[in-house]
C-alpha cells in the first residue's frame, strides 16, 4: 500500500513579510517523515478570507491530510476556523466542549474569558478537537484538515498528540501542569523525573505572563497509570 | 500605484522530507518587503514534473514576478529549467553565452566541463542569464518567472543582483575573487578593505572543494570604478 500522501497549509502574513521565520514547516517535515506520511506540498498564504478557502479546497481535494498552521488565536486576523467551515460549507459557532476547556483554563489561571478568548471556542460542525496540552485552545480536525497553532510549541505539541491517531498507532495521552518558576528553577527536579519515567514524554513550555515567569510541563504517553504517577511526583515536586 | 505583488516556489524533495530546512525563503521575503514587492504567496513542490510546471504556470498567470530556488544543478534530479520551458511552451537548449561563463569559470579552476555540468548552461530560449558571482552556473529570467539556485549562499547573491532590475534601482554591479584560503584567514584584512569602501557591498562565500578550504568573495556597488578599485586592492592582499 502506498504511504498516505499531505500538504501543509501555513498561514500568516507575518512569515509572507519576513518579520516572521517559520518553524514548523520543517518540524512538521520531520515528523511526517518519522511516521510515513509523505509531504508532497506546502503553501505559505497570508491571512486572506479567499486565499486560506481556496488553498484549503485544492489541497484536501489531492492529498489524505492537510496540516494547517497559524490563524487560530483570539485576534480579528485569526479567521482560520471561519475559512475552514466555509471550505467544506458548514456551521461553526462557539462549541460548547471547546468553551468548557477554556473556561476551565482560566478559572485556574486567573485570566478572564472575555470576547475575543471565546473566539478560540469556536469549531465548525462535525470536527473533533485536537488537544493543546500547552496553552489550552483546542486545534480540530474537519474531514482530512487537521487545524492547528502557529505558536511553534504549541503546534508541536498539538503534532504530538494528532499523529498517533492518523497513523494507527497508541494515541498518546497527556497531562500538564502548570509551575509559576522558570525554567532554569525547573530543569534539575525534571531531568531526574524523566530519568526515572523513561516510557514517558515530559517536555517543557516556558511562558511569561504578566511579568511572571512560568512553565507548563506536559506529560505524555499511552499508558495511563504511568502518565498518572509521573503526574504525582510532579505536583509533589512543585505543589501549585 | 499598488506594489507589485510575487510568488516564490521552492523546489525540492529535500525540504519536503525534513532533511534540509529551508531559508531562501525567510531571506527573500525580507528582501522584497525591504524593495516593496508584496509577496503574496509560497509553494513548496517536490522535483516533480509535473507539480513544478502546474505551479510555475498557476503563480505566474497571477503575480507580477515568481520567485523560484532549487533544481538547477548538475545532477539529474534538477529538472527546473526545462520545466520552466515546458510551462511556456518555449524550446531549451545549451546556449552559447552559459556555456561561455561556465568553460571560463572551469579553465580557471582547474575543474571538468563534462556533461552533466553542461545541463547547468541549458537556458530556455528568449531568457536573461540571472549573475551567480558566488559560483558561476547562472539563473535565468523567463518572462515574469527568475530561476535561481537552492543554495542559500547562491540564491542571496543572485537575489542581491536581480532585485535593483526589477524594482528601478540602480542596476548592482559584481565582481568575484577567488581565494584558496580558509575564512577565518580572510575575515582580518576584508573587514578592513570593508571600512575603506562603504559604498560597496562585500561578501564572503566559504567554499570547499577537494580536501581545499577557499572563499569566495564578491564585491557588488553601482559605481563600476569604485568596485575596480576595490579588487585591484583585494587581488594585492590576496594575490592569486
Do not use: K
Not at 486565499?51 to 489524505?64: E, G, H, K, N
Not at 471556542?121 to 478537537?129: E, N, S, V
Not at 528553577?185 to 523513561?198: Q, R, Y
Amino acid at each position: 500500500m502506498p504511504n498516505p500522501t499531505a500538504a501543509m497549509l501555513v498561514i500568516g502574513d507575518e512569515i509572507l513579510s519576513g518579520r516572521t521565520r517559520d518553524s514548523n514547516m520543517h518540524h512538521l517535515s520531520g515528523e511526517l517523515t518519522r511516521v510515513g506520511i509523505d509531504l508532497r506540498e506546502v503553501r505559505v498564504v497570508s491571512d486572506t478570507r479567499d486565499d486560506i478557502i481556496a488553498a484549503v479546497q485544492a489541497l484536501a481535494a489531492r492529498f489524505t491530510h492537510v496540516f494547517t498552521s497559524g490563524g487560530i488565536g483570539p485576534t480579528h486576523d485569526d479567521i482560520t476556523a471561519d475559512c475552514i467551515a466555509a471550505a467544506f460549507g458548514v456551521p461553526i459557532d462557539v462549541r460548547a466542549d471547546a468553551r468548557g476547556l477554556l473556561e476551565a483554563h482560566y478559572a485556574r489561571t486567573g485570566g478572564e474569558l472575555n470576547a475575543a478568548r471565546l473566539r478560540m471556542a469556536r469549531i465548525p460542525d462535525g470536527a473533533t478537537l485536537i488537544d493543546n496540552p500547552v496553552s489550552t485552545a483546542p486545534g480540530f480536525s474537519l474531514r482530512n484538515v487537521h487545524v492547528m497553532a502557529g505558536v511553534p510549541s504549541v503546534f508541536q505539541a498539538m503534532v504530538a498528540g494528532l499523529l498517533p491517531r492518523l497513523t494507527g498507532g497508541a494515541p498518546l495521552l497527556s497531562q500538564s501542569w502548570r509551575i509559576e518558576r522558570g525554567e532554569g528553577d525547573v530543569a534539575g527536579p525534571l531531568s531526574e523525573l524523566a530519568t526515572a519515567f523513561p516510557d514517558l514524554s515530559i517536555g517543557s513550555y516556558p511562558f511569561q505572563q504578566n511579568g511572571l515567569y512560568g512553565t507548563n510541563i506536559v506529560v505524555r504517553g499511552s499508558d495511563a497509570a504511568r502518565v498518572d504517577a509521573a503526574m504525582v511526583q510532579l505536583a509533589a515536586l512543585f505543589p501549585a
